[in-house]
């Protein structure tokens, strides 16, 4: 499966993004979806997951109650909803799929998007 995330950009601390990740060439529904961040400097972290069927999904503690995951699989595209940014959510977003795992480490994805800069201003 191709992946391809955009919908990032600057923002000021405080406003919103939604992340959009479009899936190409294979089922979109078979696979778990993730979303991972690299801020400059650091290493590439666990953001938040989604399940299949969108019914369960979990964040990285420092997003909890301000980033929002969700699919839409008749349009072969997920999301990440970002309320009330920091500017230390400043990084490159990326969203991956897994074929298997329900897994928080990147290895367990199979699948890459190109990544999409989400810069915030303070």
């Known amino acids: 499966v191709q992946l391809q995330a955009y919908g990032g950009g600057l923002v000021q601390a405080g406003g919103s993004l939604r992340l959009s990740c479009v899936a190409s060439?294979?089922?979109?529904?078979?696979?778990?979806m993730g979303w991972f961040r690299q801020a400059p400097g650091k290493e590439r972290e666990f953001v938040a997951r989604i399940s299949r069927s969108g019914s369960t999904s979990d964040y990285t503690d420092s997003v909890k109650g301000s980033f929002t995951i969700s699919r839409d699989n008749a349009k072969n595209t997920g999301y990440l909803q970002m309320d009330r940014l920091k500017p230390e959510d400043t990084a490159v977003y990326y969203c991956?799929?897994?074929?298997?795992?329900?897994?928080?480490?990147?290895?367990?994805?199979?699948?890459w998007g190109q990544g999409t800069e989400v810069t915030v201003s303070s």
């Open positions: 060439g294979r089922t979109f529904s078979s696979y778990v």
């Open positions: 991956a799929a897994a074929r298997i795992n329900w897994d928080t480490q990147e290895r367990a994805y199979d699948y």
